[in-house]
């Protein structure tokens, strides 16, 4: 193998890591209190080699916020069982990369410029569910359904709740899938 390839390889694996860090950092920490080098740290690099990939916090935070890959997992079965699935997909998401998109977009939206990362939600997630989903106040319902997840994301990563992070997985889902499914079906007809 040439060096070039294996530099490029070596530059992309590096990336990579970072924007894991990155991730893990906003989910948790928000754009306020993630840092640069703090990032690097957790990603085995210096700061001063994440500069030179991104330039700054800000350039870093646009690379993390992409949300089509995470979004694509959460909504990857079908309507019939989709509360259930939302659940353990968010908590894979938690086990194998410690953070959660939708914390990331709730701590990194609000801040100067975060537009960004809540239109990206609403284009990745909460659109295409309200899309899916069939009788009134669909777009309310989809909302609804995200605001659960992003409150188990919360109580899991943030407040690393006791009771909650001990629950094992499966037993949260059989927990919290079908209040969800509840909000994904359709309601009866009165």
């Known amino acids: 193998m040439n060096a ?27 754009y306020a209190g ?28 646009t690379a993390a916020s992409d949300l089509e890959a995470e979004t694509a997992e959460l909504l990857d079965a079908p309507n019939e069982t989709l509360g259930r699935h939302l659940v353990a997909a968010l908590l894979a998401l938690h ?8 914390l990331r977009v709730v701590l990194t939206g609000p ?5 960004r990362i809540v239109e990206e939600l609403d284009r990745r ?7 899916r989903l069939t009788g009134p106040d669909a777009r309310l319902r989809a909302e609804l359904v995200c605001a659960q997840l992003i409150g188990l994301g919360a109580v899991r990563l943030l ?32």
């Open 159 to 190: 407040l690393t709740s006791p009771a909650t992070v001990a629950e094992p997985p499966a037993a949260l889902v059989e927990r919290l899938g079908p209040i969800l499914q509840a909000w994904i079906d359709p309601p009866p007809v009165r």
């Open 4 to 30: 070039t390839v294996t530099e490029r390889r070596c530059a992309a694996d590096t990336r990579d890591a970072l924007i894991r860090a990155a991730r893990r950092h906003f989910s948790v920490h928000g």
């Open 125 to 131: 997630l909460v659109g295409p569910l309200a899309a």
């Open 95 to 102: 086990d194998r990369a410690e953070a959660d998109p939708l």
């Open 34 to 61: 993630a840092t640069l080098r703090g990032i690097a740290a957790e990603a085995q690099v210096s700061a001063a080699l994440l500069v030179k990939y991104f330039g700054s916090k800000e350039a870093l935070l």
């Open 111 to 115: 801040r100067p410029g975060g537009e």
